[in-house]
């Protein structure tokens, strides 16, 4: 500020604003672009970071679900009957995602959603990977059995990217919550789906007792 400027600013206490605003208004005029000065931003907690993440998580588009297997009344080929059986081994068995679930649900009873949080990374999750790995490496040979595998993988899938969600939002610590109950809502969902998946296998063995009667 020039000595000028620091005289008018003591003799002229209502030019003080004037001035600072003719500054401000010079300074710009100096740069090629001049934009508002936001105000300070309060730093984003990890709580709200992991409110964040747990929206994205349970918001994200899902994927298509696959067209439902449709079953003709022709018997099936013995190609047919292999897939079938393969796959209703894996997915008709008992589900080892939701014995671990059982330990998971007994913990937010008890208001410890962080300790339901390590169980449900540690037992459901793992559990629900493998069983994805295992019905995605069964070799089919037949149009049937590439739509039961696809129809039942989607299903495990949705699943296990509802409870990666559902343990990002146990993790914040709070069991009363919006994205909780997203995830919860997904995770009903995904189980649907599983649910539709192993009626279509079980549909599908029938055919199998069927073909066997009429040969």
């Known amino acids: 500020m020039s000595p000028w400027s620091r005289w008018m600013a003591r003799s002229c206490p209502g030019a003080r604003s004037v001035l600072v605003r003719y500054l401000v208004v010079a300074s710009c005029g100096a740069l090629p672009a001049c934009r508002e000065v936001e105000p300070d931003r309060a730093p984003v907690s990890r709580a709200e970071e992991l409110r964040q993440r747990g929206a994205e998580l349970v918001r994200g588009a899902p994927a298509p679900a696959p067209d439902p297997v449709m079953l003709s009344d022709e018997p099936l080929t013995t190609a047919e009957r292999e897939d079938v059986r393969a796959?209703?081994?894996?997915?008709?068995?008992?589900d080892p995602v939701e014995r671990a679930l059982t330990d998971v649900d007994e913990a937010v009873e008890r208001d410890l959603p962080v300790l339901a949080a390590e169980r449900l990374r540690g037992t459901a999750l793992v559990a629900s990977r493998q069983q994805v790995a295992q019905v995605e490496a069964i070799e089919v040979a037949s149009d049937l059995g590439r739509a039961l595998q696809r129809q039942g993988l989607a299903a495990l899938r949705q699943r296990d990217a509802a409870l990666e969600a559902y343990a990002g939002a146990l993790e914040r610590g709070i069991v009363?919550?919006?994205?909780?109950a997203d995830a919860l809502r997904d995770q009903r969902r995904a189980v649907d789906a599983l649910v539709e998946a192993r009626a279509a296998c079980v549909a599908a063995q029938r055919r199998i007792d069927a073909s066997a009667e009429g040969e």
């Not at 796959?87 to 008992?94: F, G, I, Q, S």
């Not at 009363?176 to 909780?180: G, K, T």
């Open 87 to 94: 796959l209703a081994a894996a997915l008709l068995a008992t």
């Open 176 to 180: 009363e919550d919006l994205v909780l």
